[in-house]
């Protein structure tokens, strides 16, 4: 009887620390949640985009960090077929220099 | 007052990500600094506010809730179009395109967790003993887990979570070097702070 009543003891003690973590999910998911809603987001700041301006997460997502995706490319409709034409290197990047060859060295002895 | 209306959706996968990362940090945290209270009781041979068996429960309960939200944790941002891990981004230290070497270091974390946490199921095939001194190293795993939070969290300098982390992350990192200490003392048979023995002088 005493045994039984220990393991039903220890159950509710397992039990409880589930429910905590989960409701401590549960807080910290509905902290962000309101942090984004509000524009307070780490990452997307106070200068995100309205939702009508948001076409996709590439758009509207801006990371701090260093390694960061590709940004999208700048698109040219071509008058003659309407269709677009991808510009490379007018994202606001440099365009990056022609590879020179190594200099060739000669070693006098 | 800056506020912009933000569409949600997009994000629901991230914002899932970083809560269950910020939940696996502090129950792994608490989770710890039970453990560690627990071995202090056993070695002590007393009983503190509950019984070895309470702080073991709960102990255990958190530490399989801490390896569900690591599991999560990772598992979310395969959701994320924006980030597209892949399952290898998740899964292989240093193949994720964002903040490789901290992400990694994540990665090394959980699996080193896991390994050492779901160890206590094949404790009997294992062996007490072998078992006790393998599952020390989980606290290597956690500081881990720590740096991952801090180098590669979103979150990681808001002034919430900081106050939250601190809040799990200290008590426990300063029973874990009181703990260490032990360790290093027994290791190097430093002598403990007991009265010294007074020579009696013979006449």
């Known amino acids: 009887m005493r045994v039984s009543a220990r393991r039903r003891r220890l159950g509710k003690l397992r039990l409880r620390a589930v429910v905590l973590s989960l409701a401590f999910f549960a807080i910290a ?52 077929t309407g269709e677009a034409i991808p510009q490379a290197g007018a994202s606001g990047a440099a365009p990056q220099p022609t590879p020179q060859p190594p200099p060739v060295t000669t070693s006098t002895s | 007052m800056a506020s912009a209306t933000v569409s949600v959706g997009p994000h629901l996968f991230w914002i899932t990500s970083r809560a269950a990362g910020t939940a696996a940090l502090v129950l792994s945290s608490i989770s710890l600094g039970l453990g560690l209270a627990v071995a202090r009781q056993r070695r002590a041979g007393r009983g503190g506010i509950g019984t070895v068996a309470d702080y073991r429960a709960v102990h255990e309960a958190l530490a399989l809730s801490t390896l569900a939200m690591v599991a999560l944790h990772g598992m979310a941002l395969l ?23 901290w992400t990694a270091i994540g990665i090394v974390g959980g699996y080193g967790l ?36 801090i180098g590669s969290g979103t979150d990681a300098w808001r002034a919430w979570f900081l106050l939250v982390a601190a809040s799990a992350v200290l008590p426990s990192a300063v029973l874990l070097l009181g703990r260490v200490g032990g360790w290093l003392g027994s290791a190097l048979d430093l002598p403990r702070s007991e009265p010294p023995v007074r020579q009696e002088s013979i006449r």
Do not use: C, N
């Open chain 2, 114 to 149: 896991a390994a050492l946490g779901l160890s206590y199921f094949a404790r009997d095939w294992i062996g007490t003993a072998r078992w006790r001194s393998m599952h020390r190293f989980t606290a290597l795993f956690w500081l881990l887990g720590v740096a991952h939070s």
């Open chain 1, 29 to 80: 998911w509905l902290l962000l949640l309101g942090q984004l809603v509000s524009g307070h987001d780490p990452v997307l700041g106070s200068g995100s985009q309205s939702s009508a301006a948001a076409k996709s997460p590439a758009d509207t997502r801006q990371r701090s960090s260093g390694s960061e995706p590709p940004t999208p490319q700048s698109v040219v409709i071509d008058p003659a």
């Open chain 2, 79 to 101: 959701g994320d179009r924006w980030l597209d891990p892949g399952v290898a981004g998740i899964a292989v230290p240093l193949v994720s395109p964002y903040r490789p070497a």
